[in-house]
């Protein structure tokens, strides 16, 4: 058994269960994949495996002269992500992965870069509310207020909230619930929102 497999995010839609309730569900294009590498603890320390999103019309050209010598024999990859294992006794280089080791009622933790927002004010940043609106206010709205302190320690401390780059950052959603695997069409389908925009990469990683 896999402990993941990558994907790319397709979008969101909804799914009526049978009890009527609509629920919210994001499509993940996952796999198919091959793995391209099995690490041992005897040889690198560490257990884990390392696989490739197959994808149709990769173009040598993307793929450095290393990238190359280390996919040979493999056709179609260009995304590479490593998985920690317990066991990779019974994996080899050259199988293939497919969400098939996901069933309904799974849980998985769903890795993703979110969407970047450049650069943002506190508002919009950390939710500040800004300043009045009222007695006279003209020109501070969105601004931050004070950031120091007085005499002491008379500087700005580390970790101050204040506006910069927002998003663009890696994301992990947690224990997100499997509500439908389908490895014919390379389809999966988790309950919830996941990071990053439609056709982002994404790490999915079962838990437990």
Do not use: C, W
Not at 22 to 38: E, K
Not at 65 to 78: A, Q, V
Not at 155 to 178: E, F, I, Q, S, W
Not at 186 to 205: C, D, H, Q, T
Request: proline share 4%; hydrophobic share 35%.
């Amino acid at each position: 058994m896999f402990p993941g497999i990558i994907g790319k995010k397709i979008g969101m839609t909804q799914l009526f269960q049978e009890s009527g309730e609509a629920v919210a569900v994001t499509a993940i294009q996952a796999g198919p994949a091959v793995v391209t590498h099995v690490k041992s603890r005897d040889r690198d320390g560490y257990d884990a495996v390392q696989v490739g999103l197959v994808e149709n019309q990769v173009k040598q050209s993307q793929l450095s002269s290393p990238e190359k010598g280390h996919l040979r024999g493999l056709e179609n990859i260009r995304y590479l992500r490593e998985f920690r294992a317990d066991d990779t006794s019974s994996t080899k280089r050259g199988d293939k992965v497919d969400v098939g080791f996901l069933k309904q009622g799974d849980l998985v933790n769903v890795v993703g870069l979110s969407k970047g927002r450049g650069f943002a004010g506190v508002v919009k940043r950390h939710h500040f509310s800004g300043g009045p609106k009222t007695h006279g206010q003209t020109d501070s709205h969105r601004a931050p207020g004070s950031i120091g302190a007085t005499t002491f320690p008379g500087r700005v401390l580390k970790g101050k909230r204040m506006a910069g780059h927002m998003g663009n950052r890696r994301v992990t959603a947690r224990k997100l619930k499997v509500v439908q695997a389908d490895p014919e069409h390379s389809l999966l389908l988790v309950r919830g929102a996941v990071p990053g925009a439609n056709g982002g990469l994404l790490l999915i990683e079962k838990v437990g």
